[in-house]
């Protein structure tokens, strides 16, 4: 049993698919199969059952990752352990608030993992040296590198009466009560279509899901939101709209050297997801 195991299995765990748990890792799917296979075998227990849409975690692997979640960050405290050396590098990052949790996580690992870099958050909308923001939101004078594209879906209570159909139509959702999220950047899409009545409104995405999970209303929300909250019910939208999320950077001036080097990594990671979905 090795670390790398159990962070794929952690992925996993998180994700409850494994295709998605390789695009966030950005590695190959077979490879976290076979790291799952592996741990099954070293532990002498199954630790997902597939499903059509992805997998189910059993009650041997919720026991499991707790463990695993223990040892990988005691892990990661141990390589910090030492690091004295003070940091050479500010990065400053804007992030806008409909990011989902773990791919947020993925996101900033690397950065807050590095020595050399402190890094400071703001809001996507103050001065930064980049941003993490909806390809909607990009200015003229920035460049834009895609990250990840995703639909949009409706959290539902698990109670509530749409969930008895596979997929919604815009028209289902009239009259319906609705829990609205004030950072929406496809607000004004959403505008445009049928839509129920505003309950509630969130200030943040945790929020906005907590109340749908309490059966206050249901919410329109980004798939990767939706997915990180196992307490809501999650369906498609007929109306197919996406969002491309990537990271945007003046155009106008040379990039700061913790933010090149963040460019260089991210756009290797798409070149190597792009090469094993190819494969």
Same mark, same amino acid.
């Given at each position: 049993?090795?670390?790398?195991?159990?962070?794929? #299995?952690?992925?996993?765990?998180?994700?409850?698919?494994?295709?998605?748990?390789?695009?966030?890792?950005?590695?190959?799917?077979?490879?976290?199969?076979?790291?799952?296979?592996?741990?099954?075998?070293?532990?002498?227990?199954?630790?997902?059952?597939?499903?059509?849409?992805?997998?189910?975690?059993?009650? /041997?692997?919720?026991?499991?990752?707790?463990?695993?979640?223990?040892?990988?960050?005691?892990?990661?405290?141990?390589?910090?352990?030492?690091?004295?050396?003070?940091?050479?590098?500010?990065?400053?990052?804007?992030?806008?608030?409909?990011?989902?949790?773990?791919?947020?996580?993925?996101?900033?690992?690397?950065?807050?993992?590095?020595?050399?870099?402190?890094?400071?958050?703001?809001?996507?909308?103050?001065?930064?040296?980049?941003?993490?923001? $909806?390809? $909607?939101?990009?200015?003229?004078?920035?460049? #834009?590198? $895609?990250?990840?594209?995703?639909?949009?879906?409706?959290?539902?209570?698990?109670?509530?009466?749409?969930?008895?159909?596979?997929?919604?139509?815009?028209?289902?959702?009239?009259?319906?009560?609705?829990?609205?999220?004030?950072?929406?950047?496809?607000?004004?899409?959403?505008?445009? /279509?049928?839509?129920?009545?505003?309950? /509630?409104?969130?200030? $943040?995405?945790?929020?906005?899901?907590?109340?749908?999970? /309490?059966?206050?209303?249901?919410?329109?929300?980004?798939?990767?939101?939706?997915?990180?909250?196992?307490?809501?019910?999650?369906?498609?939208?007929?109306?197919?709209?996406?969002?491309?999320?990537?990271?945007?950077?003046?155009?106008?001036?040379?990039?700061?050297?913790?933010?090149?080097?963040?460019?260089?990594?991210?756009?290797?990671?798409?070149?190597?997801?792009?090469?094993?979905?190819?494969?």
């Amino acid at each position: 049993m090795d670390i790398r195991e159990l962070r794929y #299995f952690a992925a996993v765990f998180t994700e409850r698919n494994l295709t998605a748990a390789a695009k966030r890792l950005f590695i190959s799917q077979p490879s976290i199969s076979t790291a799952i296979s592996n741990l099954e075998a070293e532990l002498g227990t199954a630790l997902f059952i597939r499903h059509k849409k992805g997998v189910a975690p059993t009650a /041997a692997a919720e026991q499991f990752h707790a463990i695993a979640r223990r040892i990988i960050d005691e892990a990661d405290a141990a390589k910090k352990l030492f690091r004295t050396r003070p940091a050479r590098h500010a990065l400053r990052l804007g992030l806008m608030h409909t990011l989902d949790i773990p791919r947020t996580i993925a996101l900033l690992k690397p950065l807050t993992e590095n020595p050399d870099v402190t890094l400071r958050l703001v809001g996507a909308n103050e001065a930064a040296d980049g941003r993490v923001i $909806s390809k $909607s939101m990009v200015r003229s004078d920035e460049h #834009f590198l $895609s990250l990840w594209s995703e639909r949009y879906v409706v959290a539902l209570p698990p109670s509530h009466p749409l969930t008895l159909k596979d997929r919604l139509r815009p028209a289902d959702l009239a009259g319906v009560a609705m829990v609205d999220r004030c950072h929406c950047e496809q607000s004004a899409l959403f505008d445009r /279509a049928p839509k129920g009545e505003t309950v /509630a409104i969130a200030e $943040s995405e945790d929020w906005a899901m907590a109340l749908v999970a /309490a059966g206050v209303g249901i919410a329109i929300v980004p798939e990767g939101v939706a997915r990180a909250n196992g307490d809501v019910a999650i369906r498609e939208i007929e109306a197919k709209v996406k969002r491309e999320v990537g990271l945007a950077y003046s155009a106008k001036r040379p990039p700061c050297e913790p933010l090149r080097e963040f460019i260089a990594k991210l756009g290797k990671q798409r070149r190597q997801v792009s090469k094993q979905g190819k494969r």
